[in-house]
């Protein structure tokens, strides 16, 4: 019955037309895989064993002889089996009468998931025993002659998306992962996402794909960097965590404009949904301004969306780095939801509630609320309780509920603080409604941001949780933040500055002059895309002057140029002005398809951790192959049983 309800949906979504659908289709794929840019279909069967794939049979092929490859993914009563391929699913009549018998037993007795090639004729369904809800539904094929390709043991799990499975066994056994129809799906429109942005770059705005290398020196500043040992002592490669230095180089080459599908590399250990390797669309031109990449970015986007999505609308809506903190408390804010932050401050001015005259004493002090919707039906007492131990426990701060249209205060110290007046100039700043909450804090403006912020993302889950749709899955909200500012602080030592973005951002044209005074005032040529709540991309304006350059890394970053100095004798020889920016196709891909993670829209990605957990990567080495590379393995205390392990493993002679 499981399998009938599974199958059920499956054909119903194989016999969805191309257009707005809820889940992908396989019968979508061939359809759009045909509308290639010479409207050419694409050729499925040359050069294979097969005359036809799975899906592609119709009433039209009545008759015909066909030979078919596939696995075996449904038997009844030893009587039909339905046959598949990634194109689809197609019926196989089973043959009953004596002189087919070796037929019947190879088809009856090969266990599902076995590869088989069966041969035959395209014949109706008897009338009353078609399936609509299937794209072959009209027709079965009426085996002649069928071969085992190869026989399939015990799986670890049903090959079926509503079989539950770890991700961990999901990842240890990933290419029966990959048979899933979900897996499936997500692979080849990323796919076809690629082709799509390669036909808009390259053919229709001539840019040049490029590859960079892979095996390159450390780069000052920005993530931790994998290190590739070499035969030389003491000397190290390094995988690039990006290519930036490479491209800005193809601009002084004179490339003009360059991109590449490219894999960066970062060693930056367990981050949830962060990979140690993953694939950026790269991208540099040449005279160009940020206008002009913001536009190229917008219509990459609506070039290559899906068909079965609604069309983007652009230009996308912008705001600045300062905007998006003081109003959303991030600089990759949510747009599809409100709950904005407000500021309160000029409300309290005049307050006798202590900790807000203390906060508003005190530079860069400010009172913050955010007002959550029908907060007093949907969040519960200890919701209240765990928030405010958030606040405390990750901030050190106070947040207070209060109610300005609702007798019930949940015991808030400031509610009976708060005058008349104020109360009703609340609810008209804030537009409160009845059942409303507003969440009040108040501290540095940085600070109490960042907190509501994390707050409002906290508040839309139990929202969610108790039934409110708040954040609509099927909406893609994009938006450009700008203006982000050149500097912040280190955190280990905020005397000192590092890059918000990275070295090479150009500062902004009207704060150079804040360079050589107030460098932590300075704004960048930086902006990121955000797309609901996630950042996608990011890019910037780079700085094409090579003196400019080495003030920025020698003196205010206090990075050692002499890292740098292939890139600034570069820059001296007649660098033009140049840009661009970098669209992290793993996390793009995750939104579209609405993956729970970017492992599902990855081939072969890593645990959360960074382990390969099919092959056991990384491994160890033994000291013998090591040797080549004059490294040594200098082993904790608590790890001399696997180094015995690990030399008993690679010397049977011990």
């Given at each position: 019955m499981y399998f009938l309800s599974w199958l059920s949906q499956l054909c119903r979504g194989l016999s969805r037309p191309i257009g707005r659908t809820a889940q992908p289709t396989w019968g979508s794929f061939s359809r759009s895989l045909a509308l290639s840019s010479q409207r050419r279909i694409p050729e499925f069967n040359s050069f294979v064993a097969r005359t036809n794939t799975c899906g592609e049979l119709r009433s039209s092929h009545l008759g015909q002889e066909v030979t078919l490859c596939g696995w075996i993914q449904y038997r009844r009563q030893n009587i039909f089996l339905v046959l598949r391929d990634c194109h689809g699913l197609v019926q196989v009549v089973i043959p009953q009468d004596e002189s087919a018998a070796s037929v019947k037993k190879i088809l009856c007795e090969a266990p599902l998931e076995s590869v088989v090639q069966v041969s035959g004729t395209v014949i109706s369904r008897p009338p009353g025993q078609e399936n609509p809800k299937m794209p072959t539904g009209e027709i079965e094929i009426k085996v002649k002659t069928a071969e085992l390709l190869n026989s399939c043991k015990k799986l670890p799990f049903e090959i079926k998306d509503f079989v539950k499975k770890t991700e961990a066994l999901r990842l240890q056994y990933r290419y029966l992962d990959l048979r899933s129809f979900q897996m499936q799906y997500n692979l080849r429109l990323r796919s076809q996402v690629v082709m799509k942005m390669r036909e808009y770059l390259c053919n229709l705005h001539g840019f040049v794909d490029i590859e960079t290398p892979t095996l390159f020196k450390r780069t000052p500043g920005g993530a931790k960097e994998f290190l590739v040992p070499s035969r030389e002592p003491g000397k190290f490669y390094s995988l690039p965590q990006s290519p930036q230095q490479f491209k800005q180089l193809l601009m002084v080459g004179g490339l003009d404009r360059y991109f590449q599908v490219a894999r960066c590399y970062r060693d930056e250990g367990s981050r949830p949904d962060r990979?140690?390797?993953?694939?950026?669309?790269?991208?540099?031109?040449?005279?160009?301004?940020?206008?002009?990449?913001?536009?190229?970015?917008?219509?990459?986007?609506?070039?290559?969306?899906?068909?079965?999505?609604?069309?983007?609308?652009?230009?996308?809506?912008?705001?600045?780095?300062?905007?998006?903190?003081?109003?959303?408390?991030?600089?990759?804010?949510?747009?599809?939801?409100?709950?904005?932050?407000?500021?309160?401050?000029?409300?309290?001015?005049?307050?006798?509630?202590?900790?807000?005259?203390?906060?508003?004493?005190?530079?860069?002090?400010?009172?913050?609320?955010?007002?959550?919707?029908?907060?007093?039906?949907?969040?519960?007492?200890?919701?209240?309780?765990?928030?405010?131990?958030?606040?405390?426990?990750?901030?050190?701060?106070?947040?207070?509920?209060?109610?300005?249209?609702?007798?019930?205060?949940?015991?808030?110290?400031?509610?009976?603080?708060?005058?008349?007046?104020?109360?009703?100039?609340?609810?008209?700043?804030?537009?409160?409604?009845?059942?409303?909450?507003?969440?009040?804090?108040?501290?540095?403006?940085?600070?109490?941001?960042?907190?509501?912020?994390?707050?409002?993302?906290?508040?839309?889950?139990?929202?969610?949780?108790?039934?409110?749709?708040?954040?609509?899955?099927?909406?893609?909200?994009?938006?450009?933040?700008?203006?982000?500012?050149?500097?912040?602080?280190?955190?280990?030592?905020?005397?000192?500055?590092?890059?918000?973005?990275?070295?090479?951002?150009?500062?902004?044209?009207?704060?150079?002059?804040?360079?050589?005074?107030?460098?932590?005032?300075?704004?960048?040529?930086?902006?990121?895309?955000?797309?609901?709540?996630?950042?996608?991309?990011?890019?910037?304006?780079?700085?094409?002057?090579?003196?400019?350059?080495?003030?920025?890394?020698?003196?205010?970053?206090?990075?050692?140029?002499?890292?740098?100095?292939?890139?600034?004798?570069?820059?001296?020889?007649?660098?033009?002005?140049?840009?661009?920016?970098?669209?992290?196709?793993?996390?793009?891909?995750?939104?579209?398809?609405?993956?729970?993670?970017?492992?599902?829209?990855?081939?072969f990605p890593k645990s959360f951790r960074g382990h390969d957990l099919m092959s056991n990567a990384p491994d160890s080495v033994s000291p013998q192959e090591l040797k080549p590379y004059h490294i040594q393995v200098s082993w904790p205390a608590d790890s001399e049983a696997e180094r015995s392990s690990l030399n008993h493993s690679h010397h049977p002679e011990s």
């Open positions: 990979q140690p390797e993953f694939t950026q669309i790269d991208i540099e031109m040449s005279f160009v301004d940020q206008t002009g990449i913001q536009s190229l970015i917008e219509g990459l986007l609506q070039y290559s969306w899906p068909s079965d999505k609604d069309p983007l609308v652009v230009p996308f809506p912008s705001m600045t780095f300062a905007e998006a903190l003081a109003t959303y408390g991030t600089d990759k804010p949510d747009t599809r939801f409100g709950m904005k932050i407000v500021d309160i401050s000029n409300v309290f001015r005049h307050t006798e509630v202590r900790f807000l005259q203390d906060a508003l004493s005190k530079p860069q002090g400010a009172v913050k609320a955010m007002c959550v919707r029908e907060g007093a039906n949907y969040l519960k007492k200890k919701d209240i309780e765990s928030i405010r131990k958030f606040a405390a426990d990750h901030f050190n701060e106070e947040v207070l509920p209060v109610f300005l249209k609702n007798k019930e205060n949940w015991n808030s110290p400031v509610a009976k603080f708060i005058l008349e007046k104020q109360r009703l100039e609340l609810i008209r700043l804030m537009e409160i409604q009845e059942d409303d909450v507003v969440l009040l804090t108040a501290g540095e403006h940085k600070k109490a941001c960042s907190l509501l912020g994390k707050l409002r993302l906290a508040c839309a889950d139990i929202l969610e949780m108790n039934g409110m749709v708040l954040r609509d899955p099927a909406l893609f909200s994009f938006l450009w933040v700008v203006d982000f500012p050149l500097f912040l602080p280190k955190e280990e030592n905020p005397m000192e500055l590092e890059s918000a973005h990275h070295p090479f951002t150009a500062p902004h044209p009207g704060d150079i002059h804040l360079l050589y005074t107030e460098p932590e005032k300075v704004r960048s040529q930086h902006y990121d895309l955000v797309l609901n709540g996630s950042e996608i991309g990011g890019g910037s304006i780079r700085i094409h002057d090579a003196e400019l350059q080495h003030y920025i890394l020698g003196t205010l970053l206090k990075e050692d140029v002499k890292l740098l100095s292939h890139l600034l004798q570069a820059l001296d020889y007649g660098a033009p002005p140049h840009g661009g920016i970098a669209l992290g196709l793993d996390r793009l891909m995750c939104l579209i398809t609405g993956a729970a993670s970017i492992r599902d829209v990855i081939a």
